[in-house]
C-alpha cells in the first residue's frame, strides 16, 4: 500500500504537480511517527504509513499556520478518513480550496490511542476509541487510493464511542462538575489542545485577545474553565472527532469529551455530521425554517 | 555526609509522619481512573498535595507530568491588587501563604532543575529576586528518589547528570534491593527532615550497594547525545542561520506543551484582571513559542516563523543559561519529547549540532552544493 502511495508522491513532485508532500515519517522512538514534508522526490522513501501515525495533519493546511508562507501553492497529503473529513471540513468553511490539496488516501485500520499504548500492533486494548464504528476507514474524498475503493454506507447517525463520554453523563451534574474541577486543576493553558486543532482558524484567538481580554490567560479556575468552554463551544458542528486535542495535551486532560458530547448534541438536533460534504455549512452558522426551536423557552 | 536505611514500605509512614508534623507534603500520585473508560483512558501521575501516605507512589511509575516547578513559580498568582478611587490608584498589597513544604520522590532531574530556576528567579548577581519564589524555595524541602526504570526519552546523562544523582536534594533515597532505599542527609533541610522520621530510619547505608544500582540504571538509558560542543558552536553567530533550525523545526505547531511541561522553563507574563474600578495585578506562565510572544506593538516579530522560537528554545537551553547562568538549561527529563504532539525531538537538534561541530568544513560544502 505505502509503495503506491510513494509512487504517486514523487510522480507528483517530479511532474511539479505539487509543491510538497505532507505525509508520515518514523519517529525519534520507536512507538512514535512524525509529520514529514517531502520536497523531493527521492526523499519519498521516507513516507510511512500505519497504526502509529496518529497525527492529524490537516493543521498543516490550516492557513492560520505560516506553512502556506513557504510558498506551497499546491500540496500533496496522505490523508487517513478522519483527517479526509477535518480537510473537508476547512473545504467547507473556506479555508482551503479544493484545488489547493491533493488528497493521496490511505486505507486504515484504526490507530493507537496514544504513543504509550503502542505495544508492535494494534488491538482493543490501545486501539482509540474515535475508530469505533468508523466508516470512513476507506476514506470518502480522494484524488488517489491505492487499489478499488468499496462503496460504504454513510449515513448512520454519528455515536459517540467512548465510554467516558457515557460514563460521564451518568452522573449527577454536581458530580460531573468535580469531575472536571480536578481535571482542570492540571490544566496550565498551554494551548496544545488549540494549536494542535485542524478546526481552530482564527487569526487572533479569542484567548489573546488584550482589549479588551475575554478569557482571563492566568490557569486559575476562571482562566481555565473559561477557556474550555470556549473552545468546545466554537467546535460545535464543526469538529470531525480526531482526538488531537486530547491527544496533544501534556497533562493528559480528556478536553475532546467535550467535543464528543457535542457533536451527539448536534447529531440529535440537526442530523448532521461535519467533515462529509464539500459544500455543507455546518448548522450553527445556517437557517433552515424545519430548524429545531423546541429549546427556545 | 550523615546515611542510613528505610524499608520502602514505610515511604507511606514517612508521609504520615511528615503530615503529622504540619508540614504540607506533596507527594506522586495517580489521578482516580475507571477502567470502564475504554482505551483511550491512560495512568495520570501528578505531583499532588496528600493528606496521609495513601496511595502515595514515591519511587513508582517515572515522572509525574508536572514536575515541581508549580510549587515554587506559580502557575499564577496575584502580585497586588488596586482600586481606583477617583483619580487615584490604591495599591493593596496581597497577603500570599508560604507553608513549609517537603516535596517527596523527586526524580533526580527534577530536582537539578531546582538551581536552574533559582539562578533566574534569585539572581545575587544581578541584585534581583522574586520574592514569591525564594520564599517557597527556602521553605521547601525536596526528598529525591533515584531513578530505578528510565524511559526511551529520559537523557539526563546527555547533560552531565545521572539517574542517581543527588544534585539538587535535601535527602536523597536510592533503591538498593531487598526491599531497602539507602537514605542519604545531603543538606539541613535534609536533616532536619530525617529528624522527623528518625523511628523509621536505621544504622547506616550502604555506600556501595547505592553506587552500584545507580551505575546499573545509567546504563539502561538509550538516548545519548554529547552535549558539550553544543554551546561553543551555538557561539558562532554564523550558525544562527544555519539550514539546521528550519529543516527539523519546520513541523513544530507552537503548541507550547514543551516549554509548560519543562521543569526549567520560567517565562511568565503579567496583566491586569480588571472588574470595574478595581482588579488585581497578575503573573501567570508563558511560552516563547508563542507567536505573540515577542510581537511588537508595531507589528514587527523578530521570531517571525516557528522554527524561529524553537532555535530560541534550544539557544535558551544550552547558550543563554549557562553562559549567563552558569546553570545548565536542561536537565535532561525528556518531558518535552514526550509531550510534543509532532515529535520534535530536543535530542535531534543535540545530535545534530554535534555532528556540525565535529564536521565544519563537510557541513559547508554540503549547504554549497544545494
Not at chain 1, 487499489?147 to 454506507?153: I, L
Not at chain 2, 514536575?67 to 483619580?87: D, S
Not at chain 2, 528510565?150 to 535527602?171: M, Q, Y
Not at chain 2, 514587527?300 to 522560537?309: A, E, I, L, T
Amino acid at each position: 500500500m505505502i509503495e503506491e502511495i510513494r509512487n504517486q508522491a514523487r510522480q507528483l513532485l517530479e511532474n511539479g504537480e505539487v509543491d510538497v508532500v505532507i505525509g508520515y515519517a518514523e519517529g525519534s522512538d520507536p512507538s512514535r511517527t512524525t509529520p514529514i514534508f517531502v520536497r523531493k522526490a527521492e526523499d519519498v522513501e521516507k513516507l510511512i504509513y500505519d497504526s502509529r501515525c496518529i497525527n492529524s495533519l490537516p493543521i498543516y493546511l490550516n492557513k492560520r499556520h505560516e506553512y502556506t508562507r513557504k510558498g506551497w501553492k499546491k500540496s500533496a497529503i496522505i490523508g487517513k478518513g478522519c483527517d479526509i473529513r477535518a480537510i473537508v471540513q476547512l473545504i467547507a468553511e473556506n479555508q482551503l480550496k479544493r484545488d489547493e490539496v491533493y488528497i493521496l488516501g490511505v486505507p486504515c485500520e484504526g490507530v493507537v490511542s496514544h504513543p504509550d499504548k503502542w505495544d508492535g500492533s494494534l488491538h482493543d486494548g490501545n486501539r482509540a476509541s474515535k475508530c469505533t464504528g468508523c466508516d470512513v476507514m476507506t476514506p470518502h474524498e480522494t484524488d488517489f487510493f491505492p487499489g478499488e475503493k468499496p462503496e460504504v454506507d454513510r449515513s448512520k447517525p454519528y455515536e459517540v464511542t467512548s465510554p467516558k463520554v457515557a460514563n460521564l453523563m451518568e452522573l449527577e451534574l454536581d458530580k460531573r462538575f468535580a469531575f472536571w474541577r480536578t481535571d482542570f486543576d492540571r490544566c496550565f493553558k498551554c494551548y496544545a489542545c488549540r494549536e494542535v486543532c485542524p478546526h481552530c482558524s482564527c487569526n487572533v484567538c479569542i484567548t489573546d485577545e488584550t482589549t479588551p481580554s475575554w478569557i482571563d490567560p492566568a490557569a486559575h479556575k476562571k482562566g481555565i474553565f473559561s477557556w474550555h468552554l470556549t473552545r468546545a463551544m466554537h467546535l460545535v458542528g464543526r469538529c470531525t472527532g480526531c482526538g488531537e486535542c486530547t491527544r496533544a495535551c501534556p497533562m493528559d486532560i480528556q478536553v475532546d469529551l467535550f467535543n464528543q458530547r457535542m457533536k451527539e448534541v448536534v447529531q440529535e438536533s440537526y442530523s448532521y455530521k461535519p467533515g462529509y460534504s464539500l459544500e455543507d455549512k455546518h448548522p450553527l452558522i445556517t437557517y433552515k425554517v424545519d430548524d429545531r426551536e423546541d429549546f427556545i423557552k | 555526609m550523615k546515611t542510613a536505611t528505610l524499608n520502602k514500605s514505610d515511604l507511606g509512614k514517612c508521609i504520615d509522619l511528615l503530615v503529622q508534623a504540619d508540614l504540607r507534603v506533596i507527594a506522586p500520585r495517580l489521578q482516580p481512573r475507571l477502567d470502564e473508560d475504554g482505551p483511550d483512558a491512560i495512568d495520570v501521575l501528578t505531583f499532588t498535595e496528600v493528606d496521609s501516605g495513601e496511595g502515595h507512589q514515591v519511587g513508582e511509575g517515572l515522572l509525574p507530568l508536572n514536575g515541581v516547578k508549580e510549587f515554587l513559580f506559580a502557575k499564577h498568582e496575584p502580585l497586588f491588587a488596586y482600586e481606583k478611587r477617583g483619580k487615584k490608584i490604591e495599591i493593596i498589597p496581597v497577603h500570599h501563604e508560604y507553608p513549609q513544604t517537603v516535596i517527596i520522590g523527586v526524580r533526580p532531574c527534577d530536582a537539578a532543575s531546582i538551581a536552574s530556576l533559582e539562578s533566574v528567579f534569585s539572581d545575587a548577581n544581578a541584585g534581583f529576586e522574586d520574592p514569591f519564589f525564594t520564599e517557597r524555595r527556602s521553605r521547601t524541602t525536596f526528598i529525591t528518589y533515584s531513578c530505578t526504570a528510565p524511559d526511551a526519552s529520559c537523557f539526563c546523562t546527555s547533560v552531565n547528570l545521572s539517574p542517581d544523582s543527588a544534585k539538587g536534594s535535601d535527602l536523597h533515597l536510592t533503591e538498593i534491593g531487598d526491599g531497602r532505599l539507602h537514605v542519604e542527609v545531603i543538606s539541613k533541610a535534609g536533616e532536619a527532615v530525617a529528624k522527623q522520621l528518625q523511628d523509621l530510619l536505621e544504622g547506616e547505608g550502604d555506600q556501595a550497594a547505592r553506587e552500584k544500582a545507580g551505575a546499573e540504571v545509567s546504563e539502561k538509558l538509550t538516548r545519548i547525545r554529547d552535549s558539550a560542543p553544543i554551546m561553543d558552536w551555538l557561539m558562532d553567530t554564523a550558525n544562527f542561520d544555519d539550514e539546521m533550525w528550519q529543516r527539523l523545526g519546520e513541523k513544530c505547531i507552537g503548541c507550547g506543551a514543551c516549554t509548560f511541561a519543562c521543569p526549567t522553563c520560567h517565562c511568565f507574563d503579567i496583566v491586569d484582571e480588571n472588574k470595574g474600578s478595581k482588579g488585581y495585578r497578575v503573573k501567570f506562565w508563558d511560552s516563547c513559542q508563542f507567536d505573540h510572544f515577542t510581537l511588537h506593538a508595531s507589528g514587527h516579530n523578530p521570531r517571525d516563523w516557528q522554527y524561529k522560537r524553537y532555535r530560541n528554545r534550544f539557544n535558551c537551553k544550552f547558550k543563554i543559561y549557562p553562559e549567563k547562568f552558569e546553570t545548565p538549561g536542561c536537565v535532561g527529563c525528556g518531558r518535552c519529547i514526550r509531550a510534543c504532539p509532532v515529535n520534535l525531538d530536543i535530542t535531534e537538534y543535540m545530535a545534530e549540532v554535534a555532528h556540525k561541530a565535529a564536521n565544519p568544513s563537510a557541513m559547508k560544502a554540503d549547504q554549497d552544493s544545494e
